[in-house]
Structures are given as C-alpha cells and as structure tokens.
C-alpha cells in the first residue's frame, strides 16, 4: 500500500514519518513514536484511553487517521511531565489514589490537563462532566474527581502566591 509523509510536531518534537492511509494515530503514536502512554481500550470512541492533545483539544488518538494529523502538534502524557518532576495532575493522582490498575490514568490524565486549561476553578460538576468521555472500570470516579480538584486548587494557590 502506498505511504504518505506526515510531519506531527509532538511533545515539543518534530516528527517525520511515512504511513499508510489506513494507519490510526494511536498506533503510530504508540509503536512508530514509542510513546506507549495513550492505551488502546475499546478503539470505538467510547474509553478515552488513547486521550491526547492535538492542537489544544482533547482527542481520541483512536479516532483519527494519523494522515489527518499531519502538521498538527500534539501532547501525550509523556510531554507533560518527567519522571523526576511529575505534573501536579499526575502527583495528586497518586496522592488521592485517583487510579487502581491505571489503564484509563494516562488519557485520564491528559484530558484533566486540557480541562484545566479550559477551566481552571472546576466546580465537582464541571470536572464530572469534563471527564464523561473517559471511562475508568475500576474507581467509580470519586478518587479521580477529587485529584483533579486537588490539582486545580494547588495550581490555582501557586499562581496566587506568584501574583
Ligand atoms: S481506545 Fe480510543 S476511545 Fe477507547
Ligand atoms: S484505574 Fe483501572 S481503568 Fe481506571
């Protein structure tokens, strides 16, 4: 099958590639990028698991052929933070035991990163209706609400004090 060359700009870097038409971008993220933070779940838009950033919106990386993102710029969860200096999403996450198995927790996270971008003093509601496209089988969504909302006051204290 015939390939086209895509360039993605993802997690601040330049990417370039050959793909088929037929290639989602979930698994070019995944197995030609190694970027194996976006899971695949249901690859039918119903999990979020693949959640990314394309462009400032929260995207399901299965949803989308990897052609139809050439130029676009994208963030996955591994373009949030590093290991040594994990993203307050991601600390609170851990401190609220906002996951069990974590499958959901990388896309989980990535779309709270983009809420709280959109809004960034959520009210419970704000964050439940935020996150109604990801789906997570195991917390029943108390312990992820309250990590996001723990997160948005700390970020939110932060640049209080800064001011
Ligand atoms: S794998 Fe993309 S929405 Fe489930
Ligand atoms: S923590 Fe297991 S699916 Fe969400």
Redesign the pocket.
Known sequence: MSKTAIKLNVNGKTEELLVEPRELL?YVLREKLNLTGP????????????TVEIDGKSV????MFAVQADGTEITTIEGLSTPDNLHVLQRMFREHHGLQCGYCTPGMITRAHRLLQENPNPTEEDVRFGIAGNLCRCTGYQNIVKSILAAAAEINAAQEAAE
């Not at 399901?60 to 949803?63: D, E, L, P, R």
């Open positions: 979930i899971h695949v779940g249901c690859e039918t838009s119903h999990c979020g698991a693949c399901k990386s299965c949803t």
